[in-house]
């Protein structure tokens, strides 16, 4: 059942009804079963996976706090997280693995291949796990008790719609609203359906009418000049966009309705004004996992501290206390790449914003002398421009390692851009023949304008939601009805693809 169809509304409005003639005690029990039919619908036979790690995770969990040696909790943390992160690795990599050792092989002459796998991913896995291990690692840290209802843990691993693309979430901030239950109010109504209908205008008008055109050159790169590689590479930063966000808008709104309200995983990332703080606005739940247990664990390391001593000593006190903060950003978006996909082009989009955002950190001394020696005010509206234009570039160059199929596209992609480009292009008339029509792109045009001006809205803390609430009754549903049946006749619907990150 997909986010996007008929059938996934019925059930939310459904569940929602139920939801709300239960009592407050069992209200929790909706949630769950309305959860794990919507993931049986993808197939019985994948939920082994999501119930293996609900299971590990109640069963380690509960013998980590009646534990008392502190070598021996550790012990059940490693085995919950390395049977938990070993299943995922296992899905996603193996076969990555092993066309990499074949193509070892092959370069020293061997003729002989390990047999790859046939592996369906289970939807949802990498968005799960992360959520559910950080639940596992809390408890190990005492940050609050381990759940000793099984199946109250099982909806904190499988809530619906949050499982299929998260946000990743906190137990301590969502166990209390999935449990302490909910009063009807039509206000949480409004707003989540409003906001579903914000992520599907978003998804229906924008994303996939403008994959089509980026995805015409990217398919075909030999066919296009570097005019048409830009112009499909703005169209795509406005379909991942559009298409993670508007998933986000449908996921929170959802819950919402529920009474329940999730982390935001989005604010305003293309205003950033570097790729540091992209990246802060960007998958924020995601960002924020890394920082937690990955980065902070790692920059504090015994191995850490004693290489930050060595470094201030050989290379001075500010290089040496930057070096592992460095160092510990180039690991973290590793891991970021390798996360988004069992692929080089992943591993190398991982690095090349981990690297540029630890160069950042390391020479921002000599950017501080560079602005003095020619004068630029940094804090001034001139130079912000300036810094979200050049943020706005390198985030799309990093998006060409997404766009083309494999690394070596994408190289090809970037070099494309500087050896065939001409502006003869936009005069011929060719910009308009990449699977589009003029309608179409009249349209990607106005509902990109309306985007912008919502975004920068909401940039200076205008609360746009707020703002329409307080609109008459009459005012605000027709704008909500404008929305929602907007999306049918201006919603591309000749190639609908499912969620990007849904695939995760």
């Given at each position: 059942m997909s986010f996007i169809s008929a059938g996934f509304l019925f059930t939310i409005m459904i569940t929602a009804f139920i939801y709300y003639l239960m009592p407050k005690k069992y209200q929790w029990v909706v949630l769950l079963i309305m959860s794990f039919a919507f993931y049986a619908t993808y197939g019985i036979k994948y939920?082994?996976?999501?119930?293996?790690?609900?299971?590990?995770?109640?069963i380690f969990t509960i013998k980590m706090e009646a534990c008392v040696d502190k070598k021996n909790r550790r012990r059940l943390l490693i085995a919950c997280l390395l049977c938990n992160f070993g299943i995922l690795t296992g899905m996603k990599y193996i076969n990555f693995f092993i066309s990499n050792i074949n193509a070892v092989g092959a370069l020293f002459g061997s003729t002989a291949k390990l047999p790859g796998f046939k592996i369906i991913m289970p939807l949802g896995i990498s968005f799960y796990t992360f959520q559910t291990m950080s639940y596992v690692i809390d408890v190990y840290q005492k940050k609050y008790e381990a759940q000793k209802n099984i199946f109250k843990l099982a909806l904190f691993t499988a809530f619906l719609p949050q499982l299929l693309q998260g946000p990743i979430g906190r137990y301590d901030r969502l166990a209390p609203q999935f449990f302490e239950g909910h009063d009807f109010d039509i206000k949480n109504v409004e707003f989540g359906m409003q906001r579903m209908a914000w992520g599907l205008a978003k998804k229906l008008i924008l994303a996939d009418r403008a994959y089509v055109a980026a995805n015409t050159v990217f398919s075909s790169l030999n066919t296009y000049s570097g005019v048409h590689i830009v112009f499909a590479l703005l169209l795509f930063s406005i379909y991942v966009y559009c298409d993670f966000a508007g998933g986000m808008d449908l996921v929170i709104g959802a819950s919402e309705i529920f009474g329940i309200h999730l982390d935001e995983n989005f604010r305003q990332p293309y205003f950033s004004k570097n790729l540091g703080e992209f990246w802060r606005r960007w998958h924020i739940s995601l960002g924020t996992w890394m920082k937690d247990y990955i980065f902070y664990p790692f920059s504090i390391s015994k191995h850490m501290l004693h290489f930050g001593k060595f470094a201030k000593k050989r290379f001075g006190k500010t290089t040496g206390r930057v070096l592992p903060i460095?160092?510990?950003?180039?690991?973290?978006?590793?891991?970021?790449?390798?996360?988004?996909?069992?692929?080089?082009?992943?591993?190398?989009?991982?690095?090349?914003?981990?690297?540029?955002?630890?160069?950042?950190?390391?020479l921002k001394p000599v950017y501080a002398s560079m602005a003095k020696k020619c004068h630029i005010n940094t804090s001034s509206r001139y130079w912000k421009v300036v810094s979200i234009i050049r943020t706005?570039?390198?985030?799309?160059?990093g998006w060409l390692f997404d766009a083309c199929l494999t690394a070596e596209l994408a190289f090809k992609a970037f070099t494309g851009i500087f050896r065939g480009f001409t502006f003869s292009v936009l005069a011929n008339g060719s910009l308009l023949r990449l699977g589009l029509n003029m309608r179409d792109y009249k349209i990607l045009i106005v509902g990109t304008v309306i985007l912008f001006i919502t975004s920068v809205m909401k940039e200076k803390g205008i609360n746009l939601r707020e703002f329409v609430a307080q609109r008459p009754l009459v005012v605000r549903w027709a704008l909500y009805i404008i929305l929602i049946f907007a999306t049918a006749p201006f919603g591309y619907v000749g190639s609908t693809t499912e969620f990007v990150y849904a695939q995760f």
């Open positions: 939920m082994g996976y999501i119930i293996f790690t609900i299971i590990s995770s109640y460095c160092l510990a950003n180039i690991l973290i978006f590793f891991i970021v790449g390798v996360w988004h996909g069992a692929s080089w082009k992943y591993i190398l989009y991982g690095l090349y914003n981990g690297i540029i955002i630890a160069l950042s950190n390391l706005f570039i390198i985030v799309n160059i």
